[in-house]
């Protein structure tokens, strides 16, 4: 059982002209099984020889969980080293330091967003420590944010390059600060 383009096909001729016979003209006969044959060697050597796109995720190293039995004193960092960022629905709450917290906020935008704050935050941490690698970010999500929003942010990390930053739950007084702040901010 072949499949076969052209060819006779069997059947009489409709209309013979009479005269002068002619020799029958053949077409001719191709058969196509060896196409599908060669079509199903190229799909299975091309399927075989591209690579697979890996997905593209952004690296988040994660210290080992301490337990309870662990006896690790975490390590003392100075206050004027550390932002922590709390990340809301398209906007960015944020204070430095732990003491006597001043919250402000701002958003993602590329002209006076996160990004400006953590570059400047860098160049007074440079400034007063003399490297601006000291400076280290607390990543704390709202419950109003989206996924996006933590997408963003770590973005915003992997742009300024900054190689220190912790992801970390937020306290339920840091939440009722981000709703006075909001409360403040409507009734001015």
């Not at 697979?52 to 039995?69: A, G, H, L, R, W």
């Not at 400076?135 to 973005?155: N, P, S, T």
């Amino acid at each position: 059982m072949a499949a076969e383009v052209g060819g006779d096909s069997g059947a009489p001729k409709k209309g013979k002209k009479k005269g002068k016979a002619r020799k029958p003209r053949k077409r001719p006969r191709i058969d196509m099984t060896p196409m599908v044959d060669l079509g199903f060697l190229l799909l299975t050597f091309f399927v075989l020889t591209t690579t697979m796109s890996t997905p593209n995720t952004m690296p988040v190293v994660v210290p080992p969980k301490i337990t309870e039995k662990d006896e690790v004193e975490p390590p003392k960092i100075a206050e004027g080293k550390v932002i922590t960022l709390l990340v809301g629905r398209g906007k960015v709450y944020y204070y430095t330091g732990i003491e006597k917290p001043e919250l402000h906020q701002t958003d993602f935008s590329p002209q006076g967003g996160v990004r400006r704050v953590l570059l400047q935050r860098r160049q007074e941490v440079a400034a007063r420590y003399g490297n601006p690698d000291e400076m280290i970010v607390i990543i704390k999500m709202l419950d109003e944010a989206q996924y996006k929003d933590f997408v963003d942010i770590l973005d915003e990390m992997n742009i300024i390059q900054q190689r220190k930053y912790a992801l970390v739950d937020i306290t339920k007084e840091e939440a009722e600060m981000v709703e006075e702040y909001k409360k403040q901010i409507k009734s001015s």
